[in-house]
């Protein structure tokens, strides 16, 4: 056999492996969003399944002329002319936004402060960070009930020491939202902090010194700028699972105002409108392609290096 | 400075630079003890060893990266120890050039300027100079990224000479780059020296390095002072056999000292006694190889050394062939001799009796 065949042979199979995860991509993720959005584009009805049109196959060409005819984009106009979506949406950019302006000023230090310890230390801490995650998350975010309850333990804490004379109503407030929120997303904050700042060059901040730079100067003008691809994966990892987050707002947060994952459960699960609770995945999914973008372009930029 | 240097001291009342007493240990180890040096302006000096010898901390507690466990080090006069790395007027070359990978190249010249406060105009003219002067004018717009090996040395080096240190450091500076490269830039460095006056301490390993570029070499050994001299003082007259043998290559005979010779196993051979050295200490002969001739009959010559042998091995370089030869007591010397003809026959052959001979001044005497 000739080693081109040979080497012809194994482009093949290279190529097969690349399509790998592409047809998983096509069947996981864009086959399922395609059923959604034609969803969204439908009417309820009391039916099964609770929307029309569906396609009838068996009327050919004519069939498919009727049921694109049949499609809307009503539901579209309604989230953008009824409030109740976009104070949804507004409030859970919002709930996203402070949130992982917390989760960055605790992780930060928390990231930077392992990466600068002595090696042998790292690998206890980062898993430390990970820890968590062998409970339930379910669990973690009773137990937060539990903790945050009008005679619970932060409650009792805070008497005791007297900074409140009163028990504070934690639950079912923003603060507590705010609580679940960075604790149950600081690793994704802190891991890729951590990753790109423990390949941050000691002798970079040597450098740095040595031409006239003092400690805190340092950080500014060194670690940081290094360490931005890792502050953008961190921020990203929890903003957009944030913005559509269902569990911790529903059992610690109020009712006065709704996340859009709260709101999507209602239209789908108590509304029965699967139809608008389709376009409202659809419009959120357009709303974080907003900083997926951004992230995307930095980090060309930084595959590009520096200014 | 020249004259200064075949001295062996430094000019002027106060140096530049001085290591009084410094020892540093980390832990349990002793990484420099009792290093006492003096340093002079406008010297380009060097700091050569064997790995671990020190040299890189010596280097490291003069920047400010550590801390001496003992001893003072003084900068015109006044003690640093206690000043930090970035208020110390003294700029390093790090061995791995450590530029800044998120700043462009004139980003990074420019850094230590910036910290210092210094005007736009001021800096983007100082930069422009120092790109001239490493003579990469076009480049500082580059990313370091797109740098080869050399112009990121460059670049290192312009960073560093930008804020017109006290004291310029380098760390290993030619330690990544190609043999030819290396010889190219060791003469550019010379240069550049030479040009701007500037104090260079240089540390490295490479011997041949620390003799092309040194006006004076501090040879180290276990975190010891070994010697401090010219690059010919050391090579020609080292103070003993350790330093004898890191520099170059040296054939060591063991004898005892008489008068006007050393009396060995081998016989008896004329070489001037070291001043202070008295009769039967034991002493040695140190001869390099270029220093030796090679005959086939003993040559006549009323002052002249000579020692028999038989051609053991002989290794062609092009410029030279290293010839060694078995001597009575079965111990190898090596002789090296120059291949001017160009018909590249190696005059003698395998198990050939020779001659090796050597006037008395040739040879050089150490007594430990």
């Known amino acids: 056999m000739s080693m081109g065949a040979k080497k012809g042979r194994r482009l093949g199979s290279t190529r097969l492996v690349l399509l790998i995860p592409y047809l998983w991509l096509a069947l996981f993720f864009l086959a399922p969003f395609l059923i959604v959005l034609k969803i969204s584009l439908s009417q309820t009805a009391i039916a099964q399944p609770p929307y029309v049109p569906a396609l009838d196959w068996v009327a050919g060409w004519a ?35 402070v949130s992982t302006a917390i989760l960055l000023m605790i992780g930060y230090p928390i990231a930077y402060g392992i990466a600068r310890l002595p090696r042998r230390l790292q690998p206890i801490l980062v898993m430390l960070v990970i820890l968590p995650f062998w409970t339930s998350f379910l669990i973690r975010v009773y137990a937060w009930i539990n903790i945050l309850q009008r005679d619970g333990l932060l409650n009792d804490v805070l008497m ?60 500014w003008l060194v670690t940081l700028p290094l360490s931005l691809p890792g502050l953008a994966a961190g ?73 | 400075m020249a004259d200064a240097a075949t001295q062996g001291q430094t000019a002027g009342d106060t140096p530049l630079l001085r290591f009084e007493g410094i020892g540093k240990r980390f832990g349990p180890v002793v990484a420099v003890e009792a290093f006492t040096l003096d ?34 080090i003084l900068l015109d006069g006044d003690d640093i120890v206690a000043v930090p790395p970035h208020r110390r007027p003294v700029n390093m070359m790090f061995q791995s050039y450590a530029l800044f990978p998120h700043l462009s190249v004139a980003g990074n ?70 043999k030819k490269l290396r010889a190219e830039t060791q003469f550019e460095l010379m240069e550049l020296q030479r040009k701007l006056g500037t104090t260079f301490v240089i540390v490295t390993h490479d011997q041949d390095e620390a003799m092309i570029v040194a006006d004076r070499i501090a040879v180290m050994e276990h975190g010891r002072l070994a010697q401090v001299a010219a690059p010919s003082e050391i090579y020609e007259r080292p103070n003993s056999r350790w330093v004898a043998d890191f520099i170059g290559e040296v054939t060591l005979i063991e004898g005892m000292l008489a008068d006007g010779a050393i009396e060995t196993g081998l016989g008896r051979f004329r070489a001037a006694i070291p001043s202070g050295g008295k009769k039967r200490d034991t002493a040695w002969l140190a001869l390099r190889p270029e220093k030796l001739r090679i005959d086939a009959q003993r040559p006549t010559g009323g002052e002249l050394n000579a020692v028999a042998g038989t051609v053991f091995e002989i290794g062609y370089r092009g410029d030279m062939s290293i010839y060694k030869v078995r001597l009575a007591d079965r111990s190898l010397m090596k002789v090296a001799l120059a291949n001017t003809s160009a018909r590249g026959q190696a005059s003698f052959g395998i198990d050939d009796l020779v001659w090796l001979s050597w006037p008395p001044e040739a040879g050089w005497v150490l007594t430990r």
């Open chain 2, 109 to 178: 010249i420019a850094f230590g300027l910036r910290q210092e406060k210094a005007g736009k105009a001021e800096i983007a003219e100082r930069v422009t100079e120092m790109l001239a002067l490493v003579r990469m004018p076009d480049f500082g717009r580059r990313r370091v990224d797109q740098l080869s090996g050399g112009q990121r040395q460059r670049v290192a080096l312009a960073r560093a000479l930008i804020k017109r240190p006290r004291v310029l450091l380098l760390d290993e500076p030619m330690a990544a780059l190609d």
């Open chain 1, 160 to 219: 005791r020491l007297r900074v409140v004379d009163q028990p504070v109503a934690w639950l079912s407030s923003d603060a507590a939202i705010y609580i679940g929120m960075v604790y149950s997303y600081l690793p994704f904050m802190v891991l890729p902090l951590y990753a790109t700042l423990e390949k941050v060059d000691e002798t970079l901040l040597e450098a740095a010194a040595d031409l006239g730079c003092p400690r805190w100067k340092t950080f």
């Open chain 1, 235 to 307: 921020a990203l990892l929890c903003f957009i699972p944030i913005t559509g987050e269902f569990v911790i707002p529903d059992l610690l947060g109020g009712s006065d105002s709704m996340m859009i994952g709260q709101t999507l459960w209602m239209e789908f699960f108590a509304n029965k409108d699967w139809p608008v609770a389709s376009a409202i995945a659809v419009a959120l999914l357009g709303l974080l392609l907003v900083p997926m973008l951004f992230y995307e372009r930095l980090q060309q930029r930084s595959l590009e290096g520096g200014r």
């Open chain 1, 63 to 97: 069939g498919l002329r009727d049921f694109v005819a049949a499609l809307s984009t009503d539901n579209y106009a309604l989230l953008g002319s009824d409030w109740l979506y976009l104070v949804s949406y507004l409030k859970s950019l919002q709930v996203a936004a």
């Open chain 2, 39 to 72: 340093i002079g302006q406008g010297e380009f000096f060097a700091l050569l060893g064997p790995s671990g010898c020190g040299k890189t901390t010596l280097l490291r507690m003069l920047a400010g990266f550590e801390t001496p466990s003992e001893g003072r």
